[in-house]
């Protein structure tokens, strides 16, 4: 049953219930209205009877008759009174019968001539009728039932025993013919209510239908890897909208999702080649799934249907899977190019039954050890050099000491000499400079990370030289894309790269132009751009600018860049400079964004 028919099948059964129960109702107060106007019509047809034979009975009070039976006599003889019933009779579409009986019950006056000296028989009093339940209330009224009655005695007040009882009869047959033109009206009503909801509906399942095919192709289009069609900006209902709007989103993440891990899948195909060791992963049944690394360099052949088993590699194989264990690293002897060469293979066997040989030249274990031992060598130098820079600036301060006694000594006595003296105190406080500067850059740095909003950092910094920059008709802008952008760094380091970049920027600009901050987030990194409109980067200085001591201004230390590329490098990003002469230059810095669980 497809989605459409099971649609149109629940909601017409639900239709048809809501129409039956709004029909039942409407059946009832129907009923119920007819026979609350049977009982006005009965109530006024006996009470009209009541007073006429109250007329009679003072009447024949005036003329003598003081008994009961002289009373029930002329009420009997009142022909008025016969025509008066059968009168009111006609005149209610529902009364079947009005009669009027005495104290011993037989009637007396009856709409009916010939019911005149029967007995008055007991019908259902129509109150009761009423007081019963909706249902109750018209199977009584469609069933071929008795009649109902209202019954009105008629006595004194000094003797309960009525003189006579009035008696009006409602018939459910007349009553019946009252109500088919209302039965009518409500099972027509009913009937267009039910065929315009089913048309509705259907309408409304084709366009639900046509919705989901058209969401079912999307897709199937984003499970192949496709565009996913544009929203129509006639869909009528705004949910299938916003549905295909997330699917359309969704599908770009999905391709873009896709072109990460065929990246990623790339990049580790890349490192693999690149391993000096050798990866070979077997499955379950002991069979080479992938390799990768060196390990058709390290196992002299290709890895086409390798076959592990008769070769050194296979009874390390067979005790890992065995015992079902790792085997740790064990030097084996392998055949290459017909001369037999050491290697060093280690398995690491995991709980799903696979296993991982790693292999390794101990020739390149060697050279990892000559590169550590060249690092804990330059380790060795740095803290020299440092110590040297140390033991240099503590004679520069003597020397700049007795500079200023020697300056002071000799005054003004000899211009000459005040001249080489202020040439010797410029070079020393140079020379000074120098070695802090390299003290500084030998010194670890003791980063104080946390999360920070990078954006909020590069608005400050726009804020700061906002004035400075006015004042050298720049105008400075600052834009991020979203307005909080989290990275986890050091944010003393980070605000004074920024600076340095803003200050050179300001530099570049003597006869004003615009500086600017873009930060922007992307899925894996965060980049901040700050371009100016200043006077660029030669292309022969383009590869020196962060280098320690290289200034192309006239006053410049040659620190501040170099500061720069540090911070960025602790930060473990990078940044990228594009500069034309004349037309300004941008520096591109890149952060690993913060990803939050």
């Known amino acids: 049953m497809s989605f459409k028919v099971k649609i149109l099948v629940v909601t017409g059964v639900l239709i048809q219930v809501l129409v039956g129960g709004l029909s039942a109702l409407l059946l009832n107060n129907l009923v119920v209205a007819n026979l609350q106007n049977s009982m006005r019509l009965a109530e006024l047809a006996g009470q009209q009877t009541k007073g006429l034979i109250l007329i009679r009975l003072e009447e024949s009070w005036k003329t003598g008759a003081s008994n009961r039976g002289l009373w029930a006599s002329a009420i009997a003889a009142d022909g008025r009174l016969a025509t008066l ?37 007991e019908h259902p009093s129509l109150r009761s009728l009423l007081a019963l339940g909706p249902l109750d209330r018209i199977q009584r009224v469609f069933a071929r039932g008795p009649d109902y009655e209202i019954r009105i005695p008629i006595g004194l007040l000094e003797d309960p025993r009525p003189i006579v009882t009035i008696q009006v009869l409602v018939s459910t047959v007349l009553l019946r013919d009252s109500l088919y033109p209302g039965l009518q009206w409500i099972g027509a009503a009913s009937l267009a209510a039910l065929l315009a909801s089913l048309l509705f509906v259907s309408v409304l399942a084709g366009v639900v239908s046509r919705n989901l095919s058209r969401l079912a192709e999307g897709i199937d289009l984003i499970r192949h890897g496709e565009a996913f069609p544009e929203v129509n900006p006639h869909t009528p209902s705004p949910e299938f909208a ?4 997330k699917l359309s989103l969704l599908g770009a993440e999905v391709r873009d999702t896709a072109r990460t891990a065929a990246d990623f899948r790339s990049r580790v195909s890349t490192v693999l080649e690149r391993l000096e060791e050798g990866i070979l992963l077997f499955d379950a ?12 360099r390290l196992l002299g052949r290709p890895l086409d249907g390798f076959q592990v088993s008769g070769t050194p590699l296979g009874p390390l194989l067979r005790e890992a899977f065995e015992q079902r264990r790792s085997v740790p690293e064990c030097l084996i002897e392998w055949t290459r190019d017909g001369a037999a060469t050491p290697l060093f293979a280690a398995l690491d066997f995991f709980a799903d039954g696979r296993a991982l040989i790693r292999l390794r030249d101990p ?51 000899s211009r000459e000499a005040a001249e080489e003296i202020e040439v010797i105190g410029e070079e020393v406080e140079r020379l000074d400079r120098v070695v802090r500067t390299f003290l500084d850059f030998t010194r670890p740095v003791e980063m104080r990370q946390k999360e920070l909003d990078i954006a909020e950092i590069a608005r400050d910094v726009a804020a700061l030289v906002e004035a400075d920059a006015a004042r050298r008709s ?69 590869g020196r600018i962060f280098q320690l001591y290289f200034t192309t201004k006239k006053n410049g230390s040659g620190v501040g860049l170099a500061m720069v590329y540090r911070a960025i490098q602790l930060h473990g990003g990078s940044i990228e400079v594009e500069s034309q002469p004349g037309r300004g230059t941008r520096f591109l810095i890149i952060l690993p964004a913060l990803v939050k669980s």
């Open 285 to 296: 049944e002991q069979r080479l799934v992938l390799s990768g690394g060196a390990s058709e």
């Open 242 to 245: 916003a549905v295909q709007s």
């Open 85 to 121: 019933l059968e009168n009111s009779v006609a005149q209610a579409p529902s009364l079947v019968e009005i009669s009027i009986a005495g104290e011993d019950n037989r009637i007396l006056v009856s709409s009916t001539r010939s019911n005149s000296g029967s007995m008055l028989r």
């Open 474 to 542: 720049i105008a400075v802008e600052f834009s991020s894309r979203p307005e909080c952008v989290p990275v986890w760094g050091d944010a003393d380091l980070l605000r004074e790269a920024l600076m340095n970049l803003a200050v050179n920027a300001l530099d570049a600009m003597p006869e004003g132009g615009s500086l600017s901050f873009d930060v922007e987030r992307l899925a894996r990194e965060t980049r901040i751009i700050v371009a100016d409109t200043g006077t660029g980067i030669r292309d022969e200085d383009r």
């Open 363 to 413: 020739e390149g274990r060697r050279q990892i050890e000559s590169q550590l031992g060249l690092l804990a060598r330059l380790d060795a130098i740095n803290r020299l050099t440092g110590g040297v820079a140390h033991e240099i600036k503590n004679p520069l301060n003597s020397i700049a000491a007795r500079l200023a006694l020697l300056e002071s000594m000799v005054g003004d006595d």
